[in-house]
């Protein structure tokens, strides 16, 4: 099972940078590297809501779940 961050594909729909959200939102630069890159084990419903609401999408659009089971 795995889950796969798209963080950078909404951010490139609404064509900002990771400055510019991390201005916006007031999360750290790194922290929003980290999740952009898929480097983190957790992230909480608050970050979430608050990222989903300054690029105007939903959840689904960032998180998606990859069925690996099939991998040999």
């Known amino acids: 099972m795995e889950i796969r961050i798209n963080l950078d594909v909404e ?5 900002i940078s990771l400055t510019e959200l991390s201005k ?5 630069m790194t922290n929003l590297s980290l999740l952009k890159t898929g480097k983190v084990k957790a992230i909480r419903f ?3 809501a608050v990222i989903c609401k300054e ?3 939903q959840p689904g ?3 998606e779940y990859i069925d690996d089971s099939n991998k040999k």
């Open 11 to 15: 951010m490139a729909k609404k064509k």
């Open 24 to 28: 916006r939102i007031g999360i750290s």
């Open 46 to 48: 608050s970050t979430l």
């Open 55 to 57: 690029l105007g999408c």
């Open 61 to 63: 659009d960032i998180l």
